[in-house]
């Protein structure tokens, strides 16, 4: 808890990364948005991330996700939320901290990884190499919710 | 002593009578409530089903014709156009091509046929509405799993124009 | 008379004729007394001795346990006594006192010193050849240990002097040697075994003559090679003596002292052996760029044994190949203990360098050849001193296995971009991370400065909700101060179209980059070094690619700030200029801050760091850390996800 503390300490509001723990009593279940990174299709939306941080922290990695039915991504599944990157699982390594997550996260958006897809039909857009389809049919999600 | 306890007895069956009763009743309405739920759920999806969504790609012979109102169309929230590869539908060729600037979004344009197929899937509309000969390519097999029905029509003007 | 008489059957109560001062003031009284008293009482213990010991009617044990008594009263053992105290005074003090040497030598002192412990050596040793079997051996001997030990005093003080640890020899202590002479002693007239001990102790002195040459010309990471030499020249030497004379004709003493030489050697051979062999029937002709060496349980301690075993070079042969067995012998796969293996310590000063401590090399002990270069060119020596240190390496594996098969794989499919990673870039840190981590450490710093100015906070007994809201209120003075820096880090538009279409297509290609990125860092940073001039899109798009291949995206992601910068500024930019200009920019910052903090582990942020993780050489962790991750079965490293071979703890000898 006490690295979490001192972690808390250390994040600073940055340009386009917002971190925050969700209420100010309890560390244990933060929130944090990030803006869509500029020429991809996310640019110009902003997204929510849920962290809840278990108690095994930093041993283990932090609970992270979007909301439900908001991110059309090829690593993300659309229905829950849930995000599939190599660091939350188990490249994790101590030595993280939320920032470094959010920040990977972010950079997730503008790199997303066919070989892991848990949108499986992005993932075939990408694999097949069809980017217009594929950004247009992320917009066609994002506007939609609009 | 004997009457007391018979008393006492009756007037403790009577009161299981009616708790039993009234569970019984409880659940019963309880059923009959979310049954009625249920109904309205049912004709809440029957009415739905007249505006079901819709997801038509667009092939050339459609693109071409002046008779389809595409803005008309694409007001609809629930439509979206898929351009496959090699089919033209520029916004300022044709005065019924020019949409809502709100709605361009539903506008989905594929360089591949597999992106096609993908973006359907992807979408999972409950219609998909498509003319398989100008397309020039048969419906993949495992497409009825995410539509609910597919319009294979010849023209598409007269399957659009119902939209209406 | 009467006195004399009485004296007689007790003749070392008679010491009239010995003193200290002469004549009969109370002053000499006082100092002679006593005097006279420890000469009659050793006389006593002398005379008792002899008469026990010239009596037949013992049985051989008790004569054993006499001779060892005997030692202990002769010459030979007194002296390795004084010497050792005298040795230990003089390596203590200093070190005791302050870091600041208060004692000087010059170097001309130094090689005189060194050349007064030469000259008798080399008489002693002549003599020692020419002269042995002569009946008056006993002075000789005593005077050949009184050189030994002046090798001794002369090598721990000039390199006290020096601020170095004294080379010892562990084979051959003074105190084994006391023995040894003592012995030789005994047996210099009984001609059958002491032939041994005369090779024994002529190799015994030529490794003290060796460690002072060695100091003469200040080479002291020579010192192995010299000491390899001789040693195996000497077991050749001692194996033929076996051969013609039979097992027994070696004193007891003598295999007790090569034996363990002998079974380290055996060792590593039949390991280097096995690992060879194993290599060999790895080897496909039909994948010429697929040798699987990687899957063997071995291949990770073969790649790095140099760091495992921790040698600079000036230590012994039997130190290096006692070490060198026991790491072999120590668990059939090298990478299960992981964490839980302890090397030996390693001594650092007691404050390290600021400039290390933020570079981007912040975890590294090591200094690495790119990052501290501001030429992009490493200059040709290092490479050749780094292959000299692994000679091992290069000859038995990379110069007969892989370097021909690059050879001809290069020939085969001409590889025309040189990808543009090193060694560094490979198995390290995730760059973009520990500069995160660096600004981290900095932000946090100037946090608590903030905290200490504005208002006093006792961090451990708020409760978090308190302080949570605290923080909130720091937070926002935070933010008008928060400065851009990272801007650098994040992604810019990495997303290449082309890419996609691409990555198929080179996808056969891309494996073998792989494999000489994985197998030869060193000719790829080789490669990187010749090519830095032609870094273009085409290698970014070549880095993108590939990085989609490698499990790890680490690596990619430490070059992706570089490339960002290379793109934005149309400049041509190498590793090390831009870490300078990172370095530059986390300097600026540290300045101001206190630098007391930079050195918090990196997983709890609480205590010091202290562990060094091998072969990776990471030094992020804490012990209590490395002990809570070892138990969660963590078995790569923190910082740059190596498999960790063990660890060493961080002793700080200044304290």
């Known amino acids: ?146 | 002593m004997a009457p007391s306890g018979r008393r006492t007895s009756t007037s403790r069956l009577i009161g299981y009578g009616a708790a039993l009763t009234i569970a019984i009743g409880t659940t019963a309405w309880l059923l009959w409530n979310s049954s009625k739920d249920e109904d309205k759920d049912m004709r809440a999806t029957n009415t739905s089903q007249l505006y079901k969504s819709k997801c038509i790609i667009v092939t050339n012979s459609a693109s071409d014709s002046p008779n389809i109102k595409w803005a008309k169309i694409l007001a609809d929230p629930n439509v979206v156009l898929i351009i496959p590869p090699k089919v033209e539908f520029p916004q300022s060729a044709y005065e019924n091509h020019v949409v809502d600037s709100k709605d361009i979004y539903k506008i989905i344009h594929c360089n591949t046929m597999a992106g096609v197929w993908a973006c359907v899937k992807s979408l999972k509309k409950d219609e998909l509405v498509l003319n398989s000969n100008d397309l020039g390519e048969n419906v993949p097999v495992d497409i009825v799993r995410y539509v609910k029905h597919i319009s294979n029509v010849e023209d598409m003007t007269s399957v659009l124009d119902e939209v209406e | 008379m009467s006195a004399n008489n009485s004296f007689g059957s007790m003749p070392y109560l008679n010491q009239t004729g010995h003193y200290i001062i002469k004549g009969n003031s109370s002053f000499a009284n006082v100092i002679n007394g006593p005097y006279k008293m420890l000469r009659s009482f050793s006389g006593a213990v002398s005379l008792q001795y002899q008469q026990a010991h010239d009596a037949t009617e013992f049985s051989t044990g008790l004569r054993q346990f006499l001779n060892i008594l005997g030692f202990f009263f002769s010459g030979y053992a007194v002296a390795c006594f004084a010497t050792a105290m005298l040795l230990n005074g003089i390596a203590i003090l200093p070190n005791s006192r302050t870091r600041e040497n208060p004692l000087r030598l010059s170097a001309w002192t130094r090689i005189y010193l060194h050349v007064t412990a030469i000259i008798p050596m080399m008489v002693a040793i002549f003599l020692l050849n020419r002269n042995w079997g002569n009946q008056s051996m006993d002075i000789f001997l005593l005077k050949m240990y009184y050189v030994i030990i002046w090798s001794y005093i002369v090598e721990t003080v000039t390199s006290v002097a020096a601020g170095q640890i004294p080379l010892e020899s562990s084979d051959y202590t003074i105190f084994e040697l006391s023995i040894q002479f003592y012995n030789m002693k005994k047996l210099s007239n009984a001609d059958l075994i002491s032939h041994e001990y005369l090779s024994d102790c002529t190799v015994a002195m030529l490794s003290r003559l060796l460690i002072h040459i060695v100091e003469i010309f200040s080479a002291r990471e020579k010192r192995l090679i010299g000491s390899t030499i001789l040693n195996i020249g000497y077991l050749s030497y001692l194996g033929k003596v076996t051969y013609e004379r039979g097992p027994f004709a070696i004193s007891s003493s003598t295999k007790f002292r090569q034996i363990p030489k002998l079974f380290g050697i055996l060792v590593v051979g039949v390991s280097a052996i096995c690992y060879f062999l194993a290599c060999l029937v790895r080897i496909n002709p039909l994948y010429l760029n697929r040798t699987h060496l990687e899957d063997l349980k071995f291949h990770s301690f073969m790649q790095n044994w140099t760091t495992h075993v921790n040698f600079k070079g000036d230590e012994d042969f039997l130190l290096v190949i006692s070490r060198l067995a026991m790491l072999l012998c120590s668990g059939t796969n090298s990478s299960d203990k992981a964490m839980h293996r302890e090397f030996s310590n390693v001594n650092i000063p007691n404050r390290i360098n600021t400039d290390y401590a933020i570079s981007d090399t912040l975890f590294q002990v090591k200094e690495h050849r790119f990052d501290n270069d501001s030429d992009p060119l490493p200059d040709s020596n290092k490479y050749r001193s780094e292959k000299d240190g692994n000679w091992f390496k290069y000859i038995l594996l990379h110069v007969l296995i892989q370097n021909p098969w690059n050879i001809i794989h290069r020939l085969i499919f001409r590889n025309p971009t040189g990808v543009p990673v090193d060694d560094v870039a490979l198995g390290n840190v995730m760059k973009s991370e520990t500069d995160s981590d660096v600004e981290d450490t900095v932000e946090f710093a100037s946090d608590s400065e903030l905290d200490e100015t504005g208002e006093t906070i006792e961090e451990d007994h708020i409760e978090d909700n308190a302080y949570t809201w605290m923080l909130l209120e720091n937070d926002l003075d935070d933010n008008e101060n928060s400065s851009s820096e990272d801007s650098e880090y994040i992604p810019e538009d990495m997303f290449v179209e082309d890419e996609l279409t691409n990555l198929e297509n080179k996808g056969e290609s891309l494996i073998d980059k792989e494999i000489i990125i994985e197998d030869k860092p060193k000719l790829v940073s080789e490669q990187y070094a010749n090519n830095t001039g032609n870094i273009s899109l085409d290698n970014q798009i070549d880095i993108i690619e590939l990085r989609s291949q490698e499990k790890d995206m680490g690596w990619f992601l430490s070059l992706q700030s570089i490339f960002n910068f290379h793109l934005t500024h149309a400049e041509r930019i190498t590793r090390s200029k831009f870490s300078e200009m990172k370095a530059q920019d986390a300097k600026n910052n540290m300045d101001a801050v206190n630098s007391d903090t930079d050195l918090l582990c990196a997983v709890c942020k609480t205590n010091e760091r202290d562990i060094i993780l091998w072969p990776c050489n990471c030094f992020a962790m804490c012990d209590a850390c490395r002990i809570s991750l070892s138990l969660r079965g963590y078995d790569t490293c923190v910082c740059c996800r190596r498999a960790v071979d063990g660890y060493s703890k961080i002793v700080d000898t200044s304290k």
């Open chain 1, 1 to 146: 808890m006490s690295r979490l503390i001192k972690e808390y300490k250390t994040i600073n509001a940055q340009d386009d990364i917002l971190l925050f723990p969700e209420t100010a009593d309890n560390l244990n279940n933060w929130t944090a948005m990030i803006t869509g990174p500029p020429n991809t299709p996310y640019e110009g939306h902003d997204f929510k991330l849920y962290i809840s941080i278990p108690d095994a922290y930093p041993n283990s990695p932090p609970m992270v996700k979007f909301h439900r039915e908001a991110m059309p991504h090829v690593n993300v599944n659309y229905e829950t939320g849930e995000i599939c990157l190599d660091i939350l699982k188990g490249e994790w390594s101590p030595v993280y901290n939320l920032l470094y997550t959010v920040q990977s996260i972010e950079r997730l958006l503008s790199e997303p990884n066919a070989d892991s897809p848990l949108n499986l039909e992005l993932g075939i857009l990408m694999r097949e190499g069809d980017k217009t389809a594929y950004d247009s049919l992320v917009r066609y999600y994002l506007q939609r919710q609009k």
